[in-house]
DNA sequence: CGCGCTCAAAAGTCAGACTTTTACATCACA
DNA sequence: TGTGATGTAAAAGTCTGACTTTTGAGCGCG
C-alpha cells in the first residue's frame, strides 16, 4: 500500500515525517542536522536533502546556529498527501478522520453539481457502474469489494466536476473511506439507504440535475458525518 | 510580499519552481541535475536539494540512469501554498482564480455555518471588528485598507470553524482576494450589497446563528462567482 | 524475432574542507 | 546597574571530487 522507500533518503523521511507528525519530537523542539545524520547512519548530505523535504512541508525550519526546529502544528502543510498518510498513521488517526469528513462533506455536493454539469458520457457510464458495483457487493460481508467501488464513485465524481482543486482531494477521500472500512466500526454490511443514495447521485448527474445531486450529495455527507459523531443540527 | 530567498537552494527554486508550473518545461521533458547545477552556477548538492523539494511536491521524478523528469499537470500537489503562489504568478493566474474560488465557494459557507456553532466571543469581537473596518474603508477608492479586513474577515471565519483544514485555507483565500484587487478589475468600490452581506454573517455568527451564516456566506460565494463569470443556475 | 549480455549514463552516496551567519557571552562605558 | 559594542564559536550552508548503484539501450547470438 505504502510506496516502499527507494533511496536513502526516502527512508530518512520515513523515519523522521512519522516521528514529528505524530508529537514524538514537539514543536519548538530543536535537532541537529549532523547529530541526526549520525543517529540514522547516513551522510550529511542525505540529511540535509531530507531536511529540506520536510521544510518545504513546513514541518521544520532550518535556522543557522540553531539548529531545525520543529514547527507549531498550525503551520503544517496539511493537505500534502503525505502529511496526511503520516498522520492518519500516527495516534490521532481518529482526529484526523473527523476533520477530513468535514472538508469531504463541504467539497463533494458542490463537486457533484458541479459533475451533473460537467461530466462526460463516458464519465457517466464509469459513474453507474461504480454505483452498479456498490449495489453488487452491499451484502454479504464484501467489505473490500465495496470499498473498491466506493472509492472509485467518488473519485469520478471529484474529476467529473471538471475543478482541478477538487479532483486532486480524490487521494483523501479515498484515504478517509478506506480508513472508516479498515480501523473504523464497519463490521457489518453498509446501510441500504446510502447505496441507494449513491445509485440516486448517478442518475442525477446522469441527467444533468445539479440541484438534485448536490442535494442527494449532502444526504450522504450527513451521514458520513452522523457515523463519526459529529452532529448534524 | 514574496519571501526573499534566503539560501542559494532557495533561490534555484524560485527559479526552476515557477519555471515547471509555468509550462517553460513541458510534462515528459527530462532535465539532467548537472547540467541544471552548470546552467544555474550552484553546486549538485545544492542542485540536488532543490530537485528534492520540487520532488516532495510531485512537480517532477528523478530517476537513476533517467533524470529528472517534469510530471504532468494532474500529478502536481495543487494545495501546496508555494505551487499556488507559483501558478498564481504565472500565465494561466486566470484559470488558477477560477478554481480556487470554486474551492472557496465549496468550503467557506460550512465553514461559517461551523464558526456560527464554535466561535469564542474574542473570534465573534475580532470578526466584527473586520466588519466595521470593511465598512469604514468601502468608499472612497481606499481599496488596499478594504482588502486587509476582508482577508482578515474571512480568516477569521475559517479559523473559528474549529477545523484544522477549513483554517490552513487562510493563505488560499488571502491570495484569492488579493489577486482579484490587484489583477482584476476591481477599479471602483466594492459592492455595497456585498459588504452588507460580511455585517450580517458577522451577526450570525456572534448569535450562533448556523444556519444563516451559512446561507449568507453562500450569497457572497455566489458573488465572488459571478465577478469571474462562473454560471450560477 | 527475441533473449540475454555488456556498457555507460545519470542519479545516488559519502567524506572532508571551507564559508557564512548569528546567538550568546563578555566587557567597556555611561 | 543597565546598555551597547565586540568577539567567539556553533551550527547550517556550500563546494568539490571520488566512488557506488541502478538501469535504459544497444549489440550480438541463438
Redesign the pocket.
Known sequence: MTTQAQ???ARVLETLGPAITAGEYKPGSV????ELAERLE?????M?EA?RVLESMHLVE???????TVRPVAEWNVYDPQVIRWRLAGADRPRQLRSLTVLRSAVEPVAAGLAARNATPEQCAELTECALGMVATSRGQQLEAYLVHDIAFHRVILNASGNEMFAHLGDLVAEVLSGRTHHQVMFKDPDPPAVRLHVQVAEAVREGDAARAEELTREIAVGALQELDILAP
Chains 1, 2 share one sequence.
Do not use: A, E, Y
Open positions: 533511496g536513502l533518503h535537532l541537529r542536522t549532523d547516513v551522510s550529511r548530505s542525505v540535509r531536511v532550518s535556522r543557522r546556529r540553531v539548529g531545525v
